[in-house]
């Protein structure tokens, strides 16, 4: 399989843990996003990378957030002192178009369960 | 601000009939609108795009319509398959430097059988 994969599938953590997710997008792809989708929302973006550069952040991607791309492959996202608001999917998308005509391809997404 | 909406939160359609799925959006600068389908446990699959600079395009039982004007696309199936119930998503993106996704909240397409 040549997808975009992401690991691991469903975390469920207590409150005030910190938590780590990898995404391995397709290979070929120089571009690599990472989204936050909640029950009832659609995908709402939270981070982009093109190789190693982290080019853009959403307001939604507080101080306990972080995410790295180090050698231009994998990504993780990381959540620190995680909060039950942080429950939701997260979804890693990777791309290679040119703007205004890039497709984005994602991943089955991580699921995280805050308690 | 919802910059893509899809005002139908579900729809129901008879098998070999056609799913009209409909989404608006406000901001002009979009100009790359996307649909996707979402299985549950499952991440977005592409299904179909279209450019500010077409008005149709089409692939297989899919068709997508945009009318700038009124800013508004839509995504015809035709004939409708049981395989096909599930969360349709249009998403839209502008030639501005970035590259994200704007996505609409969803309508969930049940094929009757």
């Known amino acids: 399989d040549t997808g975009v994969s992401q690991d691991p599938r469903h975390k469920i953590t207590k409150r005030g843990q910190n938590v780590t997710f990898r995404c391995d997008p397709i290979s070929e792809h120089n571009r690599l996003y990472w989204y936050r989708q909640t029950l009832g929302q659609g995908p709402e973006f939270l981070t982009y990378?093109?190789?190693?550069?982290?080019?853009?952040k959403s307001r939604l991607l507080s101080d306990r957030f972080s995410a790295e791309r180090p050698k231009g492959s994998f990504s993780t996202l990381e959540i620190q002192r995680t909060e039950q608001g942080d429950s939701a999917m997260y979804l890693c998308?990777?791309?290679?178009?040119?703007?205004?005509?890039?497709?984005?391809?994602f991943g089955p997404g991580t699921r995280l369960t805050v308690l | 601000d919802q910059q893509v909406k899809q005002n139908s939160p579900s729809l129901s359609v008879q098998e070999g009939r056609i799913s009209i799925l409909n989404c608006d959006y406000t901001n002009s600068m979009f100009d790359y609108f996307l649909w996707y389908k979402k299985y549950p446990a499952e991440g977005p699959t592409f299904l179909i795009s279209i450019s500010s600079i077409k008005d149709k395009n089409e692939d297989g039982r899919f068709t997508v319509f945009l009318n700038k004007s009124a800013k508004h696309l839509s995504l015809h199936i035709v004939p409708s398959q049981p395989g096909d119930s599930a969360v349709y998503f249009c998403?839209?993106?502008?030639?501005?430097?970035?590259?994200?996704?704007?996505f609409g909240t969803g309508t969930r397409l049940k094929v009757l059988a």
């Open positions: 990378f093109q190789n190693e550069a982290q080019l853009e």
């Open positions: 998403a839209a993106t502008s030639y501005s430097g970035t590259y994200k996704y704007i």
């Open positions: 998308a990777s791309s290679i178009g040119l703007a205004g005509t890039d497709t984005q391809y």
